[in-house]
């Protein structure tokens, strides 16, 4: 394997991932632009039917235009919101269109989306810096694969929540196995717990923790701001 080789598929999964946060950066800007007036002042705050009908237009525009991607919306924090009327802010592809997704949020109930201790949330809002969470199941949406990044959403000059898109893993395996392709197998690309996100060979399945690099690999950090992704790649031995 020529370092020039394994440069250059770290620098296409960089540009991939970064492309990826810039547009959900862009996404949380448009959105929270329509949220100034309903929480302006003092929470608990309440999203208004025309700023919902607002978001729902600009997350269906963005979801049309990215094929793979599975949901986007805001998610706040859920002691900012009216305890009464406070929802997520979610869309899903459904069909050739989108569909407004709802969650219980009733502190009370046994089905209460208890969603504010997840990776995404606390890595976006917790934490405040870009997140990508998964692959994991989802459950409470298409029940397969998928990955989810967020990034802190603020309105009015505060953090209110988070921005976040869902993409089916199926969608990120065929991308990424297309960029790993030039390495021969063996190569993957690592999350920041150091699992595999998606790996060209058997020993390499998306979820296998890799706790030590394995004899005969090598890893290099992707350049991409505030997300620890690396690349882990035979070294050549010839």
Known sequence: MTNSAVRDVARELSAWADGLFLGL?????????????DF????????????????GADIADFLGAHAGFDGA???????????????????????DGVARRDFILDRSSDRFYDYEYLEWF??????????????????LGVDDYIVTLTVPCHVNGSK?????????MNDVESQLLRM?????HGAAVLSR????????????STGVRIAVMPPGYSRLPLDVTGVDLSLLYRVDES
């Not at 950066?25 to 007036?37: K, Q, V």
């Not at 919306?73 to 002691?79: A, R």
Request: hydrophobic fraction near 40%; avoid cysteine; charge should be negative.
């Open 25 to 37: 950066e862009e996404l949380e800007r448009n959105l929270s632009a329509h949220l100034t007036a």
């Open 73 to 95: 919306g805001l998610i706040f924090k859920l002691d900012l919101l009216e305890p009464s009327t406070a929802r997520i802010e979610w869309w899903i592809t459904d069909g």
């Open 180 to 184: 790993l392709s030039p390495l021969g």
């Open 193 to 204: 717990h150091n699992q595999v996100l998606v790996g060209n060979s058997g020993e390499l």
């Open 40 to 55: 302006a002042g003092e929470p608990p705050f309440e999203v208004g039917r025309r700023a919902r009908a607002a978001l």
């Open 160 to 168: 209110v929540g988070v921005a976040g898109i869902d993409i089916l």
């Open 122 to 139: 606390e890595g976006g809002f917790n934490a405040g810096t870009r997140t990508l969470a998964g692959p994991y199941i989802d459950h």
